[in-house]
């Protein structure tokens, strides 16, 4: 299966602060992003997964209603997700809450404000994490 | 022909007996009365031969695979106890864990120290001395890294979540890393923990923070000795000896401005007290000043005199009564010199020179000081110094500058030649660093001085100089003025710092150039001292 490129890949920003939403949003285009949508809720962004398959996903920790966290428990276990990337974004730096978002599936966590250098390392990992897990998923098929 | 009796007994006991019966009568039958065996019995014969054939090349193998085995087993408690050896071996504590996060009996006799307790078979949250809070977070990053693949964050950084200082109750730092474990395949299989004491190391590096901080303590009182010299004043006025009766606002105003300035000197012991006494002070309702002072005085007093210490250190003894300083090139000040007298003023010129110009011999000396203790510092070897005490005799710097120089010759002889080692010194009952004294007085006319450096030190040994020049005729005093003779040398060999033995000559040069004399007196075992005899002089020549 042919790897991706990073202007294929399709990712979504779910954030209640629209400031957030477009800091992230500038520095993504920065990397080479092309297919960046934003939700500010669960519900909006449950909305926009159904009809358009994510790479990436980019979930803010703490929201009012449903949390980030939440957000990712309900959708980590689904086969469909099996290689969509959900990254973390928080404020928390703490080691518990790192601990937490990892073990509910969480590929990678970026604390607030998001630096590009960081970003950009981290991208870089996901990125070969989704192209070795559709690899995978793909043998897997076989 | 029969077939032995040994034999149908055997057959009966593997073949059980109604089969050795039949293979009896099947080989017996067609037997011929001779005895000849037929075809149909030779047959059967051989088939059985090859029968048994069969089974005692399987034995053999069976018993030389044994053999193997058996080897195989002993290379793998060989290999066992020599990588306990070797995990021994290392000094640190070594011990591997799975999925479950539960240790193995593989673990290095270090854990014993270095953890405190043996680990196998237990929890490495518990072995770690985490509460439960903290162990069920462990266990959960332990779970995530051996999840295959669920995160794309690599083993390292997800390790950083884990703890990495363990805490001994004997108060050693040990610091805990981790190693992933995998198996041919690449598949994760266990997690290395390896805990090492680092407190030797954290020590050393406490000592050199605190070396740091000194360096920085120093520079900044150096830098502005009015603002160190009145810093002290105040701590005197205000805490120590006090005199004029303070109000509560005056000292709490006059104490934090205080502790501002021991802040920046890095004073951090007095900033300490004063920080303290100034809370105290918050939380009382009335303040008796007196009572805030006499609580701290004692503390304060010490203090005191450590930073008195480094000012000393700095500027040389009754700093702070010293005035403030003018600082101009010898070469500016010539000049006006000059200007003077060509003005007409020769009186005033001469007392220019005399009293302005003209620097203290005790300042002069200051690089001598400096290379005795950088000689002392290269050779690692200890000296105290004393400077002279007088800085009253003064003279022009620039003609004396050559003399000057010269003496680091003798600054490298007395580190090099006067220092004995110290079990020496301790049993002729002196002090264990070698000591160097120098003074400065005027000689029988004021218009000469003395300067004399005194060493308490090996001294010159007579008789080895004696035979090294020949001198059989000489009294002691006149042979020991052959240490200035260039080439000599009573040194065997000759080291890097000295001992080639033209040094001295070279001061006594500089000396004599100036109309001087130099003489030196010496007592093997006690010691030596240099006299040197020069003129005053006051103006360029």
Not at chain 1, 67 to 94: C, M
Not at chain 2, 318 to 328: A, C, P, S, Y
Not at chain 2, 369 to 386: G, P, R
Request: glycine share 6%; hydrophobic share 40%.
């Amino acid at each position: 299966m042919a790897k991706l490129n990073i202007t294929d890949m399709k990712t979504l920003i779910v954030d209640d602060q629209i400031s957030n939403i477009y800091d992230l949003e500038t520095l993504l285009k920065n990397i080479g992003f092309t297919h960046v949508d934003h939700a500010s809720d669960a519900e909006k962004a449950t909305e926009k997964m159904e009809t358009t398959h994510y790479n990436i996903i980019f979930i803010d920790w703490n929201m009012p209603g449903r949390s980030g966290y939440n957000l990712l428990q309900q959708y980590r276990g689904e086969r469909k997700y099996d290689n969509t990337a959900f990254v973390i974004i928080s404020a928390e730096s703490g080691n518990h809450y790192i601990v937490e978002a990892l073990k509910a599936g969480a590929t990678a966590y970026i604390v607030k404000p998001a630096v590009e250098d960081t970003l950009k390392k981290q991208i870089e990992r996901v990125f070969s994490w989704i192209n070795q897990r559709t690899d995978s998923l793909s043998t897997q098929k076989i | 022909m029969t077939i032995s009796d040994k034999l149908v007994q055997q057959l009966q006991q593997h073949l059980g007996n109604d089969n050795t019966d039949a293979l009896v009568a099947g080989i017996m039958e067609g037997t011929a009365p001779s005895g000849e065996v037929s075809l149909q019995g030779m047959n059967l014969l051989s088939s059985m031969y090859a029968i048994l054939k069969d089974v005692s090349i399987t034995y053999a193998e069976y018993e030389s695979q044994l053999e193997e085995f058996v080897e195989m087993r002993l290379q793998m408690e060989k290999l066992n106890s020599s990588t306990h050896a070797v995990l021994d071996g290392l000094g640190q504590g070594i011990v591997f864990f799975d999925s479950q996060g539960i240790c193995s009996d593989i673990y290095s006799k270090s854990c014993l120290a270095i953890l405190e307790s043996q680990p196998s078979e237990r929890h490495i949250g518990e072995v770690l001395g985490l509460d439960d809070n903290d162990r069920k977070q462990m266990q959960s990053l332990i779970d995530i890294v051996f999840q295959d693949q669920s995160t794309a964050i690599p083993f390292d950084e997800l390790m950083q979540l884990a703890p990495h200082r363990y805490v001994h109750s004997g108060g050693n730092i040990i610091e805990i890393n981790y190693r992933p474990m995998h198996d041919p395949s690449g598949k994760l299989t266990g997690i290395l923990l390896v805990a090492n004491d680092i407190s030797k190391e954290e020590a050393a590096k406490e000592e050199i923070r605190l070396k740091e901080a000194r360096i920085v303590r120093m520079l900044r009182i150096a830098k502005d000795k009015m603002a160190f010299v009145g810093y002290l004043r105040q701590i005197e006025n205000v805490l120590l000896a006090p005199t004029v009766k303070s109000q509560k606002e005056d000292f709490a105003r006059n104490l934090h401005t205080i502790k501002g300035m021991s802040k920046f000197f890095h004073l951090d012991a007095i900033t300490s007290i004063l920080h303290e006494l100034e809370n105290v002070m918050k939380a009382q309702e009335t303040v008796c000043v007196e009572e805030m002072r006499s609580v701290c005085r004692d503390a304060i007093a010490a203090l005191f005199d450590e930073a008195k210490g480094y000012g000393r250190e700095i500027w040389g003894n009754n700093f702070e009564i010293q005035e403030d300083v003018v600082i101009l090139p010898v070469s500016y000040a010539t000049e006006f010199g000059k200007e003077l007298r060509e003005q007409g003023a020769q009186g005033i010129a001469f007392s220019y020179f005399q009293k302005i110009v003209s620097q203290p011999v005790r300042d002069l000396l200051i690089p001598f000081e400096t290379q005795l203790s950088y000689f002392a510092v290269m050779t690692e070897k200890k000296i105290n110094i004393t400077m002279p005490a007088s800085g009253e005799i003064r003279v022009f710097p620039t003609v004396y500058k050559e003399f000057f120089e010269s003496l680091v010759h003798i600054a490298r002889n007395i580190v090099d030649h006067a220092s004995e080692p110290e079990e020496t010194r301790l049993k002729a009952g002196k002090s264990p660093e070698l000591n160097v004294k120098m003074d400065v007085s005027y000689g029988s006319f004021k218009n000469t001085m003395i300067l004399t450096i005194e060493d308490d030190g090996k001294g010159i040994d007579i008789e080895k100089l004696r035979k090294k020049i020949n001198a059989t005729g000489e009294n002691e005093e006149a042979l020991l003025q052959h240490i200035f003779d260039p080439k000599i040398s009573t040194r065997d060999s000759v080291s890097e710092e000295s001992g080639r033995g033209i040094g001295l000559n070279a001061v006594k040069a500089a000396v004599e150039k100036l109309d001087g004399s130099i003489n030196v007196a010496s007592k093997f075992g006690k010691g030596s001292v240099f006299t040197l005899s020069l003129p005053i002089i006051w103006e360029p020549r």
